[in-house]
């Protein structure tokens, strides 16, 4: 792909290196932060920088450090670590926020820049909206003296001593399970491997060495991960994990190779996590399984509902204190380590779930309530852009007025069969229409609903 734009959104900045994202964008990009932070909080801040194993990496993360320092500002460099470990990281530091470098499961030639707040915690839609409308601006913060840059290398066992703090990692160990990961070359693979052989397993390391030579397409969608169905199989495993570049996505596949989809990695990790601690609370976005709501459900807790977008969930969960919550493309969400998805907290989540139940990991799959989920895309161009999606969920507003709705993202209708969800993309001139029933034939008419 060539010529693409760089594209702004609540996830950050990401672009083609060397066109739509430079060392100037960075840099630009890097003086707008420190100016949103500035006024935030009304002096200079104290930040990290980070990056995933990309080739492009060194050279966008030292222009953000070059910027950040030039303002001022005491920078620690993490380099090469997951984004929930910057996360982790920023909270540790007691810093005031931080950028990673990382197109997430976007594939190499792209990069991009995220930025995350004092909590770990990616800027909310609004706060990401001034951060952009300051890019735009061309801000540039006069040059100050007191800026320094440290680095720090501790990221990987700070992050593996949340997660084991938490979840008791001996009882684990005693199961030694065999486990196969493909971390896909990207900046999960140090602590990934660290974290599976301290909680005892036997681990099969599939594109384990952080080069930023993605061995297979990033997104860890069923298609792009053959290679560790097989080895699961062949090395007679218990459960494959696999992580995508930033490490803050999960993907899982059973003993039999099977891969059940994104969708059961918050379910299987809010399964273990609730039983535990029942009467609490959980957070998901409008777009996610419904498998969300009964596990919740059937341990007394109460189940949230967000716009799409990782920040948007994290808000939410912090508004209603929920105990753990995510998005159902792989992202679990656990406060107790850190307030951004991550894959580290979601195998040991998982682990221990196969640990207490003692079952196969496809006998705990199968005992969950099964939904079919169905998505389609709608081009609006040769429809009228925006407004057309906006007038259709009006009509599907009325048409439906009797059913549980939610517009905080466009518009999702609970009905007793299942669910729609329609909404305008923040990136495309599309619409995504998600609906989620008991059978495909149900999915496939609630879709037809939307008259587009």
Known sequence: MTNAPLM????????????????????????????????KLGRTPTLCVARDSRPSGPQLQQAVADAFVACGCTVTD????????????IHALNADGGVIVTASHNPTPWNGLKCLDGDGLAPSKEEATEIIRRFHGGVSLPAKEGGSLVQNSQGHDTHIAKVLGVIEPQPIR???????????????????????ELLGCDVLHLNGEPTGNFAHTPEPKEENLTELCDAVVKFDADVGFAQDPDADRLAIVDENGRYFGEEY????????????????????????????????SQFSCSSYRSAVGEANVANVMKDKDCSIGGEG??????????WVRDSLSG?????????ERNEKLSAIVNSIPKYEMLKRTIDLEDLGGIPAIEKE?????????????????????????????????????IARVITEAKDSLTAYKLANRVQL
């Open 393 to 429: 969920i009006e009509r599907l507003k009325v048409a439906y007025a009797n059913e549980n709705q939610n517009d905080s993202d466009g518009l999702r209708i609970d009905f007793d069969e299942g669910w729609l969800h329609v909404r305008p993309s923040n990136t495309e001139p």
């Open 329 to 338: 493309n792989g992202g679990i969400i656990f406060p107790k380590v850190c």
């Open 78 to 89: 993490l380099g090469v670590v997951a984004t929930p470990t910057a996360g982790v990281m």
């Open 8 to 39: 702004l959104s609540i996830s950050g900045a990401r672009g083609i290196v060397g066109e739509s994202m430079t060392n100037e964008v960075a840099s630009t990009y890097a003086h707008a932060f420190v100016s949103f932070l500035q006024e």
């Open 174 to 196: 005693e199961k030694q399970f065999r486990v196969v990961l493909d971390s896909i070359n990207g900046a999960g693979c140090e602590a990934g491997f660290k974290i599976l």
């Open 347 to 355: 195998m040991a989540l998982i682990l221990d779930l196969m640990r």
């Open 265 to 296: 990695t918050l379910a299987l990790s809010a399964l273990q996590w609730l039983s535990k601690n029942t009467n609490t609370s959980c957070a998901s976005n409008l777009s996610t399984s419904r498998m969300i709501d009964d596990i919740a």
